[in-house]
């Protein structure tokens, strides 16, 4: 229950509104709580705001040499080949993991199914064991979600 003092002041700010036109009148007020023309400017704000940064703009082709320099500024060695999983080097590595692991995942030994097969050594850091069948292991999508951190 409100006090008699407390009573009394609302009733005051009541008097004092009467009779006075909204400060909203007029406007819409979406229910986050902005208006129309104010969502507006945001909104043009950042359509600018992804046009002039790079570095946000997807799909959009990089030079070769960019790509070089991004490489080194990470730690890399300024050369980039990405793994092709249409490739003609990588399907044939992938069989010979499969063919040599039965099609069978080497830690849960179910067979069949969704396999995938796993580089043991880093795609990355061992590029002379890329398609090396010794560097692979066949393992199903559960177990290889356990082994890869990325894709639990």
Request: proline share 3%; with cysteine.
């Amino acid at each position: 229950m409100k006090s008699e003092k407390q009573r009394k002041h609302l009733e005051r700010l009541a008097e004092m509104k009467r009779g006075k036109p909204s400060p909203l009148r007029g406007r819409s007020i979406h229910p986050n709580g902005m208006s129309l023309a104010t969502r507006k400017k945001m909104s043009e704000a950042q359509k600018r705001y992804f046009e002039t940064h790079s570095s946000v703009r997807k799909g959009v082709e990089v030079s070769l040499e960019s790509r070089r320099k991004m490489s080194l500024a990470k730690g890399g060695n300024g050369v980039s080949e990405q793994r092709n999983i249409n490739g003609v080097r990588y399907k044939k590595w992938r069989n010979e993991v499969y063919k040599r692991d039965d099609w069978t995942c080497q830690l849960c030994s179910k067979r069949g199914g969704n396999l995938e097969v796993h580089h043991k050594k880093a795609w990355a850091k061992y590029p002379k064991l890329r398609y090396k069948p010794s560097n692979g292991i066949t393992l199903c999508r559960k177990c290889h979600s356990i082994i890869d951190k990325y894709r639990s």
